[in-house]
């Protein structure tokens, strides 16, 4: 047993179950896209997990929280078999670390750890595409940004079209 395989493991074989149901069962594709959606919480939520810890085990712990928010097809519960997350990583602004290290940075490691984690090929295969431009000012902007500053955006930067993606955003993972 390889503990590192079981989200590949997961996410084929729930891949493999959503279809068959799809298929034979004749499910509509409402259900079939919260089914991928929940699958892609779950592996979502177990990434960031992993990164978490093995931030803290370099770095210490943090306090404060941390968010993933879905938007696209993932916040509307709209997942297809091939569809990629739109993913917008948030930290606490207040939050604090244990090893002086600034917030934005400390938070940046766990969400690169978990993007790779997500989206980097393995010997067991890839989980996602992921996207991560979504996030305010774009693939220019830090790949964090803390809850002052997203809400900041939103109030009084963001373009239209980017505030009427939000309409379809849900937490991924918390």
Known sequence: YDPEAAPYRLHTGETLRIGMRDLF????VF?????????AEVCVAHAVAAARTRVAER????????AVLGLGKMGGCELGYGSDLDLVFVYDATAKTECGMAPSEYF??????????????????TLYDIDARLRPDGKKGLLVVSDARLDEYYRHDAEAWERLALMKARAAQQ
């Not at 069962?25 to 509509?28: K, L």
């Not at 210490?60 to 941390?66: K, L, R, S, Y």
């Open 108 to 125: 940046a490691a766990v969400a690169s750890a978990a993007l790779r984690a997500l989206k980097e090929p393995t010997r067991y295969g």
């Open 25 to 28: 069962m004749g499910i509509d």
């Open 59 to 66: 770095f210490g712990a943090a306090t404060g929280g941390f």
């Open 31 to 39: 259900q079939v896209g919260r089914e991928l959606t929940v699958l």
